[in-house]
């Protein structure tokens, strides 16, 4: 029988819930972030093709972006308007400081009418920059040079492509199809910063194990993607704003993490990694996959299951064994 291993003994899997950790690490103030404001129109891809979406041209740590085949709803807990709101796509873009996330972020509406009436209902706070642009809302919400930044680049519209190539390879890497349809990515640029700032947003006390993590792996680029055969109530992602909420709509989670090290050295390693703290080597059709149990806060378990590859390791979450395994069957390797 499969040990269950806690959250707090699993420091890989936290990484997974990147789609997670940094919408709520974001909203670490007391107030609840009314998010609008903008400035340039950036035009969402069909799809989650990252490499046709504009972006900030400042630095940031964290791209996430949520897109679905038709337009999804949008909580009015975070819009900060009287009733929900659809939106086509949701972005943002974080960056990790001691305590929280300096975030922008755009909500992308069917047209120019929908997004003016929505950003006429937003109700205003200090803390909150927002711009009306086009279909587009944008907003910022932090503090100090990376706030400065962030609205410098959304005012003045400079805005580019999506270029990180380390980023898009690995995004390449997740299945996007049929009953894996991505609905939403994360991908991050691991600094010690930002592995303890998720760490203490998604389980306290597995903040040293992530940051042994990071100087062991010498992790380059972690993504997640968030997954679900059928459409995705949003305005569930953004009410639950926890690993256990989210899996109760019956969606899986895929992540990767890339370390820089070769895959000689980091496979072999990561296997008896995984092996010691709990997890049952087994196979998978042609693969080999690591197999346990995640301990929520709830008490519940769920299915997660490792595939380590050269010098990337995969982990697929779910509610249901048989879409983990899909997942980790369908990395496009």
């Known amino acids: 029988m499969i040990k269950s291993i806690t959250a707090k003994h699993i420091a890989v899997v936290l990484l997974a819930f990147m789609l997670v950790a940094v919408p709520a690490a974001g909203a670490g103030c007391e107030e609840e972030p009314e998010e609008t404001a903008p400035a340039a129109t950036t035009q969402p891809a069909s799809g989650l093709m990252l490499s046709s979406t504009l972006v900030p041209d400042t630095d940031f740590d964290v791209y996430v972006y949520l897109k679905q085949e038709e337009p999804t709803v949008v909580s009015s807990s975070i819009v900060g308007t009287p009733a929900d709101v659809s939106v086509i796509a949701l972005a943002l873009w974080g960056v990790a400081g001691e305590d929280a996330f300096t975030f922008g972020g755009a909500l992308t509406f069917t047209g120019p009418d929908d997004a003016g009436a929505i950003h006429d209902q937003v109700t205003g706070h200090d803390e909150i920059w927002k711009l009306l642009s086009g279909r587009t809302i944008y907003f910022v919400h932090g503090s100090g040079q990376t706030l400065v930044a962030m609205k410098s680049a959304i005012s003045e519209n400079d805005f580019k492509v999506y270029d990180d190539e380390a980023g898009l390879v ?64 949003t305005k569930e992602i953004t009410d639950e704003a926890d690993l256990a909420g989210i899996l109760e709509m019956e969606v899986g989670i895929l992540a990767s993490v890339k370390s820089a090290w070769p895959g000689v050295v980091v496979s072999p390693i990561v296997g008896k990694a995984l092996e010691s703290a709990g997890y049952e080597k087994a196979a998978l059709g042609e693969l080999t996959v690591y197999q346990g149990n995640l301990e929520l806060d709830s008490g519940e378990r769920v299915p997660v299951v490792m595939r380590v590859e050269g010098n990337r390791l995969f982990a697929a979450v779910s509610r249901t064994e048989a879409y983990a395994e899909m997942l980790i069957s369908s990395v496009n390797l």
Do not use: F
């Not at 592995?195 to 380059?220: F, H, M």
């Open 170 to 233: 690995e995004m390449a890497l997740l299945p996007d199809g049929g009953t894996t349809r991505l609905a939403g990515i994360a991908i991050a640029r691991p600094s010690s910063t930002l592995v303890r700032l998720i760490a203490r947003k998604a389980a306290p006390e597995a903040s040293g194990l992530l940051d042994v993590l990071l100087k062991t792996a010498n992790l380059q680029v972690i993504t997640a993607g968030l997954y679900s055969a059928e459409q995705i109530d």
